[in-house]
């Protein structure tokens, strides 16, 4: 008896040549609506799945495979006499190959906008049953949903004379129930996006492997970057060695610094913190302010641009040793240049680049979820809680330094001027430690303190860090507020001849 191939795909990329090619070894297909009229159109001989039902399709296709003859043909245990008995009692056979692919509820529902009473017509019931009925019964039934394994089964078919392996099969189920869970899950957001503002009682995560990484934090540690299906990432590396697990991260970083600004910004990270930041009159300008923060700490760091790169740019860049450079995009002859350095990785973002609004990760055998920290800011905002004013050039440092210090690990310090990051202190367990640690930089970079501010990503328990900070060089204050010793704060400001505002909000980082 020849095998029989039960066909019905909304997407039918490849279709006419599978259809062929299960012909030729002896496939006999079943098939329904426009499927079957396209296989019929390429003189493929075909069965109407009505003529083994006895029905035809109703409630405007609602329903047309959904019937004993199809499911039973489909989950029949071939070990199982019983099973066969009642398939030949109800004048059915057994099915051994089920190729379906589902309505695309993504591409016509979610991304078209549709209203609900719309969008649920792309909702696909008896796809994913056929498809999950095939994929439990895989010992006897192969199914496939994705047009890319048409060739790889044919070849599989071929390389065993038909009798593919119980491994393979497994492998055709296991796709399958990935790509239901995944159907079912957006269907699931769809339904109650509009009915959640916060956080979803429950999360899934159903993401693809993109690539998997040589390690992880470390050598030891294995390491791999998974997206969302179908989700476009809009970013793209042009050259360059595959990036490390720590480059991603640091990536976002770069990104993410310089796209919080509207002038034209250069950011440079070194294991997770920004060592250096500036803005300029052009691209060259910016990058050279932000190396002078950190002279030292920049070789080898991530260099981010909101401004597209050009040759004049590239010069520079090739000449020290970078891991990698982020930016819009890269001009012609900058591409030419960078060539020179094979291993330096050049990431282009799309203008529509946005990363996640919710940001997850594993603690104490559960997982932590957050919003991401994108508090919208607006200096004039801030409460001016000392007798003294900012100065207007002390004011555009305020805000470059608070938009920067949600960047820096805590306990973090930033010390700016009015267009770059004159140092940082971070990730000490003491914020007096941060201070210092700033001081001591700027002492080896030699950058002035002149009109220089500080700011803090949480407030002061106490008034130490602003007498440093003042005997330093620093005329003003940026940071949260909300101590109960603010007044301690504002009276050493006060005293010290400072202008300090509060921003009523804090970006601790960890």
């Not at 979610?110 to 095939?134: C, T, V």
């Amino acid at each position: 008896m020849n095998k029989k191939a039960l066909i019905s795909v909304w997407d039918k990329t490849g279709i006419v040549e599978f259809s062929k090619s299960l012909v030729e070894r002896g496939f006999e297909i079943l098939s329904t609506g426009g499927t079957k009229s396209l296989l019929e159109q390429n003189d493929i001989p075909v069965t109407s799945v009505s003529d083994l039902t006895g029905f035809g399709s109703i409630m405007d296709g609602r329903v047309k495979t959904l019937h004993p003859k199809v499911f039973g043909g489909i989950l029949a245990d071939r070990k199982n006499n019983s099973h066969i008995s009642d398939l030949l009692a109800m004048d059915a056979f057994e099915i051994d190959l089920v190729v379906v692919n589902l309505y695309p509820f993504v591409e016509q529902a979610i991304e078209k906008k549709l209203p609900i009473n719309k969008a649920i017509e792309f909702i696909d019931i008896g796809g994913p049953s056929m498809l999950r009925a095939a994929a439990k019964n895989h010992e006897s039934v192969i199914p496939l949903c994705d047009s890319s394994d048409y060739e790889d089964f044919i070849s599989k078919f071929d390389n065993s004379n038909g009798q593919i392996s119980i491994e393979h099969r497994q492998q055709y189920a296991t796709k399958i129930f990935e790509i239901t869970t995944q159907y079912d899950m957006q269907i699931s957001s769809y339904l109650k996006s509009d009915k959640n503002e916060g956080l979803a009682d429950k999360i899934t995560i159903n993401a693809v492997k993109k690539d998997e990484l040589r390690y992880g934090e470390n050598p030891h540690q294995k390491a791999a970057f998974y997206t969302l299906k179908d989700n476009d990432n809009s970013w793209s590396q042009l050259q360059g060695k595959q990036l490390s697990y720590n480059n991603y991260t640091d990536i976002e970083s770069a990104f993410s610094i310089v796209n919080d600004f509207e002038q034209i910004s250069c950011s440079i990270i070194k294991h997770a913190n920004p060592c250096g930041f500036a803005i300029g009159d052009n691209t060259v300008e910016a990058f050279e302010r932000a190396v002078s923060s950190d002279p030292v700490s920049y070789f080898g760091g991530i260099v981010g641009f909101n401004s597209i790169v050009e040759i004049e740019l590239a010069e520079i860049l090739v000449k020290p040793f970078l891991e990698c450079i982020v930016a819009p995009d890269f001009d012609d002859q900058s591409l030419e240049i960078f060539k020179s350095k094979k291993n330096l990785r050049l990431i282009k973002t799309s203008k529509g680049f946005t990363l996640s609004n919710k940001m997850i990760k594993n603690a104490l055998g559960g997982y932590l979820v957050q919003d991401r920290d994108q508090l919208s800011f607006d200096i004039n905002n801030c409460d001016v809680v000392t007798k003294l004013k900012p100065a207007p050039n002390e004011i555009n440092a305020l805000e470059l330094g608070w938009k920067l210090v949600k960047y820096v690990k805590s306990n973090a310090i930033v010390f700016a001027n009015d267009n770059q990051v004159l140092a940082a202190g971070a990730g000490q367990m003491s914020r007096v430690d941060s201070v210092k640690n700033a001081i001591r930089k700027i002492s080896e970079t030699g950058l002035s303190l002149e009109g220089a501010i500080m700011a803090s990503d949480a407030f002061f328990p106490f008034p130490d860090c602003i007498e440093i900070a003042a005997k330093a060089g620093i005329k003003s204050i940026i940071q949260p507020g909300g101590s109960i010793k603010d007044s301690d704060a504002i009276d050493v400001a006060d005293d010290l001849g400072l202008s300090m505002l509060f921003t009523k909000a804090r970006h601790f980082y960890h």
